[in-house]
């Protein structure tokens, strides 16, 4: 049974840091790219960064250079370290494998 658990979500002020989670379970996650998407209120769900099975990682340009996408194969935990967030990086964040998605967690950037 495959299944995509997102942890660390929270309230941050603009400016500061939070690391995200996805636990991993089944086969995919060594064979799938795991994604973090994101969808802000009244917004469409918009992708954010992957990392390939080969541990290559990809941006979206709006968190280039200050998101950081991971992974620890012996945890088969997927992680996304935010830096510099702003009010405009709110969002419920979610992790994808192949067609299987995460519940998502909740990042508020706010004063």
């Known amino acids: 049974q495959v299944q995509l658990v997102e942890s660390g979500g929270g309230l941050v002020q603009p400016g500061g840091s939070l690391r995200l989670s996805c636990a991993v379970s089944g086969s995919i996650f060594k064979f799938y790219t795991i994604d973090w998407y994101r969808q802000a209120p009244g917004k469409e769900r918009e992708w954010v960064a992957g990392?390939?099975?080969?541990?290559?990682?990809n941006y979206a340009n709006s968190v280039k250079g200050r998101f950081t996408i991971s992974k620890d194969n012996a945890k088969n935990t997927v992680y996304l370290q935010m830096n510099s967030l702003k009010p405009e990086d709110t969002a419920v964040y979610y992790c994808?494998?192949?067609?299987?998605w995460g519940q998502g967690t909740q990042v508020t950037v706010s004063s």
């Open positions: 994808r494998g192949n067609y299987f």
């Open positions: 990392i390939t099975p080969g541990d290559n990682p």
